[in-house]
């Protein structure tokens, strides 16, 4: 049983990082997996693993009318799961519907109008340091897709213009490292309690800058000559600079109040998330009450609600529920007991997962991080010291599994969105990206290294 949930694991993986080959979503993929993984976890034990005997007993001592035995509990297990699970799906798709009705009235023009310089070094910097800053504040996926159709406004010719493309993907990753709400993984470490955002911000935000500006630095030697047939072609507003502003306003501020929220009320991040989308689906609902329906049907928030990307989410929901799975029958336990006896150093462990990111998903090997190490107690233990709240393990966790995600297109949600919307090739990625993101990536980690010994 254990042995065939291994290699279903190892197959759907394959299917997932190929899946522009065999022309099969990673989200249908996921979601197989998931269901799979569990129904044969259920159906082929027949007895607890020796870490749930206790926690068998109690639920047994419980629940004396249920009369499903093991499969009663493995139940009980994965209600468990699902409860964690929605939570970072729920937050998830209130950020999404957020940054769409920001997105359908414009707001990201106020800040990418902004730019006019001609100058490549200077475009570089100037759209580098903003995609780094506004991936931090919506997430590294949506700020690659603003920035991508911002370069294709301003910049004619091909080469430079997947040269920055690639750029973009560097700084969107950067950026969603050190931030609780700018990339998934970030999003279920803090969720998790592994991390506090002020613990991220902290500690991350420097290593996070550093991996950006190594590669920009190095490129700013290299780039010469200024953009030629500089135009820039506005989109067709279709409402005022107050309505822009207000929902730009708005939308941003209620994503970086959730920290906040969660801090004072001590609520799951969802529930700030969703009280944000209120506030801001009740004020564009009145912004917009004499217009006509069909100006109101292309701003409202059902109307964003359907453009989120939902696959997106189906994807998360499958991968997560395959980790638990493997985490259920122990596999992970044995998994985390391996890399410690191989390297016992959390440092070696973490740079080589960072590295394993540019392959494959980051989400899946996040959540099994996530599940081969539980939060240590305050001790005195030097290894567990690492896995304790904010620990050194999981802060680097964070940074190694975004920015090294950069290192091929392929490793990242940003890349392949990029790669999709401006047809990146692999090979040209690998030829003339990837050895940027790669000294980006171990130059922030070396400096965070160096903060932490």
Sequence with gaps: MELGIIVLFVIGYILIATEHTVKIDKAATALFIGVACWSLLVIGIH????????????????HPENTFGIKGFFEFRLEHHIQEISSILLFLMGAMTIVEIIDAHNGFEIITNKITSKKKVTLLWTISLLTFFLSAALDNLTTAIVMVSLIRKIIPDKETKWLFGGIIVIAANAGGAWSPIGDVTTTMLWIGGQVSSAGLIQNLFLPALISLLAPVLTLSF?????????????????VSKREQYTTLILGLGGLLMVPVFKSITHLPPFMGIMLSLGVLWMVTERLHGQKSDEAKSELSALTALRKIDMPSVLFFLGILLAVSALQEMGALVQASAWLKNSFNNPYTINMLIGLLSAIIDNVPLVAASMGMYPIAEFTNDPWLQHFVHDGVFWEFLAYCAGTGGSILIIGSAAGVAVMGLEKITFGWYLKNIAPWALIGYLSGGAFYILMHL
């Design 222 to 238: 290299v780039l010469k000559g200024n953009i030629e047939n500089f135009e820039k072609k506005q989109n067709q507003i279709i």
């Design 47 to 62: 007895e607890i693993p020796s870490s749930f005997a206790q926690e068998f007993d109690q639920w047994k001592s419980l």
